[in-house]
Structure formats: C-alpha cells, structure tokens
C-alpha cells in the first residue's frame, strides 16, 4: 500500500495558477497509473488527468489545455499545474493511484477560484 498526501491549494483569482503537489510514502516510479480527481460541492467524483509510468496522459474535456500532470520519481511526487483558472475548478482535488498498489482518498486540497 502506499500513502498520498495532497498538497498546493488555496484561493485565486479567475485567470491565476496553482500547482498542486501529491507526495507519496515510497516510490512512485513503478506504479504504472497516477492520478487527480476533484470533487466540487453538491457534484460527483470525477477524473482530472491520469498519468502513466511511461509518460502518457489524458485529461477531462474540461481541463484539456490548461491543466498539466506531471511527476518526479526521483522526489516520489506528482504535479498538477493549473493555469487560467475558472470559478467552475473550485473542487477539493485528491490524487490516487488507479493502477498500482492499493491507496485510501486522502484529505484533498481545497482550491477555490473567485471570480
């Protein structure tokens, strides 16, 4: 099992940038499917961008262009850059392994985007 912490989140301005970090217990260089979710309030779960041991991403419509995934086994941690930010990106965003060894929800980090 490994552990995720999120972190990163904060308020800003429609239009601003955040990077959200996900530091992991061990190494993340073998777990072959890393991702971010957010939950916005009164919504469901949904996937934000997933990144394979290999190098290849994918990412939800709605992020397409704006949001980049990235990660660094060397510090066993993965990125997530967030520019031109909407009010509708306001969410607690959670990372998680998809394929892997198993791991709990985390507490997320709260990012929340003011218009």
């Known amino acids: 099992q490994v552990q995720l912490v999120e972190s990163g989140g904060g308020l800003v301005q429609a239009g601003g940038s955040l990077r959200l970090s996900c530091a992991a217990s061990?190494?993340?260089?073998?777990?072959?499917?890393l991702g971010w979710y957010r939950q916005a309030p009164g919504k469901t779960r949904e996937r934000v961008a997933t990144?394979?041991?290999?190098?290849?991403?994918s990412y939800a419509d709605s992020v397409k262009g704006r949001f980049t995934i990235s990660r660094d086994n060397a510090k066993n941690t993965m990125y997530l850059q967030m520019n031109s930010l909407e009010p509708e990106d306001t969410a607690v965003y959670y990372c998680?392994?998809?394929?892997?060894?198993?791991?709990?929800w985390g507490q997320g980090t709260q990012v929340t985007v003011s218009s």
């Open positions: 990144m394979t041991s290999g190098g290849s991403t």
């Open positions: 061990g190494s993340i260089a073998s777990i072959p499917v």
């Open positions: 998680k392994v998809l394929v892997g060894p198993s791991n709990n």
